[in-house]
């Protein structure tokens, strides 16, 4: 079954920059939506970045113009470029694929059935 794990998390100082990835295990990823979702202590889980099987993306509106998501299909590997990084960016960071019979619905979950183990972001001020 597909596997997705998440890489490149770690403790910047706020207006740095991190470069997430997220490897599959399986050549189909390709052919999934995939997206990249947040959870901070004490909240409830948000999407982040959203990008679609054509190139399409999707924004969270606290993170538009900031972060950028895209994939290296050859190299089976979701990305999440994130820059002028901020103390509220603070969170475990998962990316999720939609697999077979899923499907995206802008930066929401729903319809995602692949998950990541995730990986911590600390932005300190």
């Known amino acids: 079954q597909e596997q997705l794990m998440e890489s490149g998390g770690g403790s910047v100082q706020a207006g740095g920059s991190l470069r997430l990835s997220c490897a599959g295990s399986?050549?189909?990823?390709?052919?999934?939506?995939m997206g990249w979702f947040r959870q901070a202590p004490g909240t409830e889980r948000e999407g982040v970045a959203t990008?679609?099987?054509?190139?399409?993306?999707v924004y969270a509106d606290s993170v538009k113009g900031r972060f950028t998501i895209s994939r290296d299909n050859g190299k089976r590997t979701l990305y999440l470029q994130m820059n002028s990084l901020k103390s509220e960016d603070t969170a475990m960071y998962y990316c999720?694929?939609?697999?077979?019979?899923?499907?995206?619905?802008?930066?929401?979950?729903?319809?995602?059935?692949?998950w990541g183990q995730g990986t911590q972001v600390t932005v300190s001020s």
């Open positions: 399986e050549d189909s990823i390709s052919a999934y939506c």
């Open positions: 990008i679609y099987t054509d190139g399409t993306t």
């Open positions: 999720a694929a939609s697999g077979r019979g899923g499907y995206c619905s802008g930066t929401r979950d729903l319809g995602l059935k692949i």
